[in-house]
DNA sequence: GCCC
DNA sequence: CAGTACG
DNA sequence: GGGCCGCTACTG
């Protein structure tokens, strides 16, 4: 969409915006084939950016700070004259447009977008301003039609509202989590009599649990709208059979035990309700998109024959498939969509009935796999492991102590989990331990490595479970999804392929419910699980906008409130701020990942035109890239330089001129959130740290991540009593009671990224080891 | 979700 | 301040 | 039954 010579309009700005150099490219004819970008998140110093806000934040901070601050935004302007570019490239004139850039109008931009053939030989003030300040704006509307801009604010929820908001609020009364829906549905308004259009039907949900979410919706919905579900199998009063859409028509007799279904009884797939709702009244449940697969057209009624015996009556089964109750589920999840228990039928606890995910571990003690590779420890573990004693040999006595402990004293009376638990411990301590902590911690992070690398044997229980991961995250249930996450890291690492429960069990990590769900994938290649949760429309749309760089689960959920269902909903009814802009115009593009080549590409080109700007920059890519990945899904470079120091405002400020500003004694740190593209190339999201040279260790570890890394290490430092950020490790200094932490800690290390997890006491990682 |  | 994002 | 990273950084 973007033309060349847009791109290399782009690229300018970028370029401007963050080295101030506009003359580059015209002189520099070598960028012109190769990259463009422009920041969409720009941003930096607040007070920069608009000095304005300068005092207000200055109050926020010490006086100290304060101090610094406006020396250094004083003496900013002149440094940043006398050092950023070559003196003959910049121009006077640009330095004061170059600070109101970001104040500027972006609209400038648009139209400065000149015609492909003329490139001035410098830009214009205006231009400058424009680039710096925008590059948000500046895209979007040289991007989006100009039109767009804002359109109407979002509408507001209308008619349609009620019922949806409706069958989410029961949803959300038995919400285990916290979503957005829940609360929301709760407030939302009872439905109305007249659209009680399921009144006086009996539906029966196969799978018969509410354990999936979108699942639990439908019959939450159903209910509310009327409908009567119940959980035990009872032709006498079904009417419909709603199946989820995995289900085919034998599996469904199979499920049931029938060999055939009753002629009285309405067999439809999951989407069935969810239509009915949404046109208000009864639907023709004949119509092909209702059809269960591997069935014959449901003519009518009757189709199938009768079902040899009347049905064995309350099939004590439909969990012959192994749904297996778990009552911790229960309590947590159990949602009782209890409104209409008809009589007999114990309603009371409808859908009750659990896990749809079939685990038959049974058979998994007998394989008993170890075969391959031992598995290997995680660094959470090490993590972990590290925390509770600072010491290795210190926290590997009391660890195998406990174990012990546990071992001998009550193991056996221990709860079956806790028994699993301590052998889990045991396991994991017997192989990483023998040579020593450190060491089995080593191993594991190499073998993690090169799984990564490679192809992961658990390619594919990976890929399903972090669809799971990314459904909770759309359901805005954050711990949840954070436990996958933990979980896929672990994985991860691992180096051969976990086929049973009971070895997954025994990961760091992966418990009870994760490790069936591992041993369901490995058997049927698919979690049915996650396949009931495809399928419902609102979290389709839901899943679309979280989908959008900008947008969360709140604003992502508003919208769906609100009735969107699609982009064009959006950018047609909602006001987007430019992140938002810029993240659906590149929607398609955002969500490919960088090969690893491309990346490098970005990141010479930046090099490039940064040195050509202060050869004494240092600049290196980060990010997944660093950890040796094979694709990323962004490009994150570290800026800094030698000397720059925190405090020496100056030193930062001469080379990063407008960027950086900031603040905070010890630390200072800018951060830009943009996009860029290598010609032809599809655009990319890349970000900027600019740190001082003193905290380039913490930064480094910082943005070399993993995410998951980052979290545990610093977890693990919170424990032992230090406080990690991308600034550095500190040592906590009497911090809580009022004094707002006298001094936020002392500064322990930031510069060397080695010397963090030594003074952690946590054996260094190479970046290939910090997949997680 | 997992873990303590 | 909440929301979003970053690793 | 409660914690789960950052006294994170940026935007509006």
Not at 99 to 123: E, F, M
Not at 505 to 526: F, Q
């Amino acid at each position: 969409m973007i033309k060349d010579d847009e791109s290399l309009e782009m690229k300018k700005h970028f370029f401007e915006g963050l080295y101030s150099l506009d003359s580059i490219n015209e002189e520099d004819d070598r960028y012109e084939d190769n990259l463009v970008s422009t920041l969409l998140t720009k941003t930096k110093d607040p007070a920069i950016r608009n000095p304005r806000t300068l005092p207000k934040l200055t109050r926020a901070r010490t006086t100290a700070t304060s101090a610094a601050r406006s020396v250094s935004s004083s003496s900013r302007a002149a440094v940043s004259r006398t050092l950023s570019l070559p003196a003959e490239k910049l121009r006077p004139s640009t330095m004061p447009s170059r600070l109101l850039p970001r104040l500027s109008t972006p609209t400038a931009v648009a139209s400065s977008a000149r015609p492909k053939s003329s490139r001035p030989p410098r830009l214009k003030p205006s231009t400058f301003a424009v680039s710096s300040s925008s590059c948000t704006a500046p895209i979007t509307t040289r991007l989006s039609s100009p039109s767009l801009p804002d359109i109407s604010p979002m509408r507001t929820p209308t008619s349609t509202a009620p019922p949806e908001s409706s069958r989410m609020s029961v949803v959300g009364s038995g919400g285990s989590t916290k979503r957005k829906r829940s609360s929301k549905a709760a407030t939302q308004p009872p439905v109305r009599e007249s659209q009680l259009i399921f009144s006086g039907l009996v539906f029966y949900f196969i799978p018969n649990d509410i354990k999936n979410p979108a699942r639990k919706m439908r019959v939450q919905k159903a209910t509310e709208f009327g409908a009567f579900c119940i959980n035990e199998w009872n032709n006498q009063y079904i009417t419909h059979v709603i199946v989820e859409n995995n289900f085919k028509y034998l599996d469904v007799l199979k499920y049931l035990k029938l060999d055939k279904l009753p002629e009285n009884v309405t067999v439809v797939n999951q989407e069935y309700t969810g239509d009915c709702l949404h046109h208000g009244r009864i639907l023709d449940h004949t119509q092909k998109i209702y059809e269960i697969r591997g069935r014959a057209p449901l003519s009518p009624p009757k189709a199938p024959a009768r079902p040899p015996s009347p049905i064995k009556e309350i099939p004590p089964s439909p969990q012959s498939l192994q749904i297996k109750p778990s009552r911790r589920k229960k309590i947590l999840e159990s949602t009782q969509t209890s409104s209409h228990p008809p009589s007999s039928l114990s309603g009371s606890q409808p859908f009750e009935i659990d896990p749809p995910v079939p685990t038959r571990s049974d058979y998994v003690a007998s394989f008993a796999p170890e075969e391959t590779t031992p598995k290997d420890d995680l660094d959470m573990m090490i993590d972990e492991a590290k925390k509770i004693g600072s010491l290795p040999l210190e926290d590997e006595e009391e660890e195998s102590k406990s174990a012990e402990e546990i071992e001998t004293t009550d193991g056996e009376h221990a709860s079956p989990e806790q028994v699993k638990r301590q052998k889990k411990t045991k396991g994991r301590r017997g192989k990483s331990n023998k040579p020593g902590d450190y060491l089995g911690a080593f191993q594991c992070m190499q073998k993690n490595d090169g799984n990564q690398m490679e192809g992961n044997p658990n390619q594919r229980t990976i890929e399903i479970l972090s669809e799971m991961q990314r459904y909770y995250e759309m359901l805005n249930d954050t711990w949840r999804s954070l436990g996958y996450r933990k979980a896929i890291a672990t994985l991860k690492k691992q180096d051969h392929k976990i086929k049973f429960a009971n070895e997954a069990r025994e990961l760091p990590g992966i418990g009870n419910r994760i490790a069936l769900k591992i041993e369901e994938i490995v058997r049927t290649d698919r979690l049915r699980r996650l396949e009931y949760t495809k399928m419902d429309p609102e979290d389709e749309a839901l899943r679309l906008f979280l989908g959008i760089y900008g947008v969360g689960g709140v604003k992502a959920q508003k919208w769906v409130d609100a009735g969107h269902n699609t982009l064009d909903d959006i950018k047609a009814h909602v006001r987007l701020t430019p992140s938002q802009q810029i993240g659906i115009e590149h929607y398609e593009d955002f969500q490919q990942r960088i090969p690893r080549d491309e990346v490098k590409q970005h990141g010479d080109i930046v090099m490039r035109v940064a040195h050509e700007i202060d050869a004494e920059l240092k600049l290196e890519i980060l990010g997944s890239y660093r950890r040796g990945a094979k694709d990323c899904g962004d490009i994150d470079i570290m800026i800094t330089k030698e000397g720059a120091e925190a405090h020496s405002t100056t030193s930062m400020i001469s080379f990063s001129d407008i960027w950086l500003a900031t603040s905070r004694g010890t630390e200072s740190a800018a951060k830009w959130h943009g996009a860029s593209k290598v010609l032809t190339g599809p655009w990319r999201r890349i970000d900027f740290l600019v740190v001082p040279w003193a905290e380039r260790g913490a930064a480094l570890l910082y943005f070399t991540g993993s995410d998951i890394f980052n979290r545990s290490l610093r977890l693990l430092a919170s424990k032992k009593g230090f406080r990690l950020n991308q600034s550095g490790l500190y040592k906590d200094v009497m911090r809580g009671r009022d004094r707002t932490k006298f001094t936020d800690g002392i500064l322990v290390e930031g510069e060397s990224e080695e010397k963090i997890f030594e003074i952690l006491g946590v054996p260094y990682r190479p970046p290939e080891h910090r997949v997680c």
